[in-house]
């Protein structure tokens, strides 16, 4: 008989992420699950911390008590050097508490106006938190290096994506990427490759 799956609950309520991390975690002995496929909303859950470690395991230590399952969430977001690393932490609020990507992408643009393509570098960076049901972590980390562009190209992905140029990516931007080719060489993907070999049955 097969053994049961511990299941896991995905603790985000970005789409776009939880597309990527869907599209990559594949662990032997695990079902991830969403809020959805338990029949509840995504929690808003306050992100305090002072760094992407501290909120990754806020959000999944506040979904590991709503659900009482195991949890995994992301924090992550875009470190410019030119603007002594933000957004950073506060990505998703740059242009605002609930600004959208668009508008987060033209502020950034704006504070970026008049600095040449030596003033662009930048980085993703990701730390996925998993939590076990007794609120035992594991967490993993990925950075993505490269440099903002001049104007926003391609509809892939979701974020700055359309105003990043990944250093791996040959004069693409993030959103002209496929999935799998964004997967291949982002933050997430390098933190959720290193997250599922420690989560992995030693062989
Ligand atoms: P959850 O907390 O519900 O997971 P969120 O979008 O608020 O969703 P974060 O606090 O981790 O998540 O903020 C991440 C932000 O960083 C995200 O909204 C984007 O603006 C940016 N970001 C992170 N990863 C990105 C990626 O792969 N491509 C583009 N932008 C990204």
Redesign the pocket.
Known sequence: MAAEKRRVVVA???AG?LAEIAAQLDVPGFEFVTPADLGAE?IDVP?TGETFTD?AYL?AEAYRRQFGLAALA?????VVDALGGRPGVR??RFAGERAS?LE?TRRLLEELDGFGPEMRAAR?Q?VVVFVDEHGEPISACGTCEGQIGFSPRGSG?????PV?LPDEAAGST?AELTMVEKNAI???GKALRELKHALMPEE
Do not use: I, Q, V, W
């Not at 992905?157 to 994506?161: I, K, L, P, S, V």
């Open positions: 985000t309520a970005n992420k995504p992100e909120n959000k992301d924090d992550s977001g875009l990505s998703s990507d987060n993703f990701c992905g979701f974020g700055y994506d990043f993030m982002s933050h997430r």
